[in-house]
């Protein structure tokens, strides 16, 4: 399966507070991942971690400080940046905040097709947002007229995927996108993206705080904690036998989207946060049951544990040791 997104080394810095009492925020540290077309890639963890960051900088929404970003090629060079624009497709948390009450819903749908020039006129447009409704199990009659008001959470999350849909996109990115639906129809959007994914063959990349989605959903997930991507590989590895110390908590602990917490998280920011984000040495060592004298003074280095990438000092230690034992041995 071809690439169609590589990120590399990508890193984004923030500077908080006054000018004399300035924090520097790593909320992206030097991240790397790959993601295939036809796959579901998971970036989980917990609030605060970086992972909206970080789809802002894949959405061209944010500068990186630093790396790279490396998108699938497109037909002809000079018509790249159109092209990635089309093709990378968003959809946020909030469905209600993506529509304008006072606007019919059909507007933003017939404006999709204006601005990419996807219809010869009327007819053919409308044709192609049934089609798009149809996929995501709604029709144009049932959107006709209709305004944000009169549709349910999880309704006008269908809708915005099939608004998405229509550019044919070949990466879809979803923040959060079923934590503020109803929990009774959560299930049938995350279905959603499981059959579009089969179905269009594009790459999706889900992020969430929900590791059970998650774990029925991708192929690929990556646990982020404070900019870190602390494990990363198949999702069967990773939430069945995790390896970080930050993976067994977040597991047999599963926090709850909590969207009164958000609002707080934008305007100030929690002390244990701050502190992890300032933090020398690994980030998770504060809350580590298995913290060491290093893990206070040195970040790990990400290693190879079957197939699955850890950033952890326990496997650096196994690794050295394993290397010892074969050095002994040979
Ligand atoms: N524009 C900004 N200026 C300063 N700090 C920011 C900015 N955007 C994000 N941050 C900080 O960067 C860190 C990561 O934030 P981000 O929104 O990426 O986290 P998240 O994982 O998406 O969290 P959530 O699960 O709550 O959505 C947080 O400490 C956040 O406060
Ligand atoms: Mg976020």
Redesign the pocket.
Known sequence: MPAVLEVRDLTKV???GSLLARDR?V??DNVSFQMNRGGIFTLA??????????A?MILGFEQPTAGKIIYAQGPEKEKQKVWFSQRIQCIF?NPFETFNPLRKVEGYLFETVRNYGLAKNKTEAKELINSKLEAVGLSYEEVEGRYPSEFSGGQLQRISIARSLLVDPSLLIA??PVSMVDASIRMSIVNLFRRLQDELNMGILY?T?DLATAYYLSGQIAI?FR?NIMEMGPVQEVLMHPRHPYTQLLRDSIPE?DPA??WQ??IS?AAT?QEE?LREGCKFAGRCPHVMEICKQQAPETVDVDGVHVKCHLYLGTQRLAREVRKRTV
């Open positions: 923030f500077h908080r925020i909320a992206v963890g917990e609030s605060g971690c970086g992972k909206t960051t970080l802002r948390q923040d959060e992020i705080h982020m900019g989207a917490k958000k998280g934008r920011i946060e984000y």
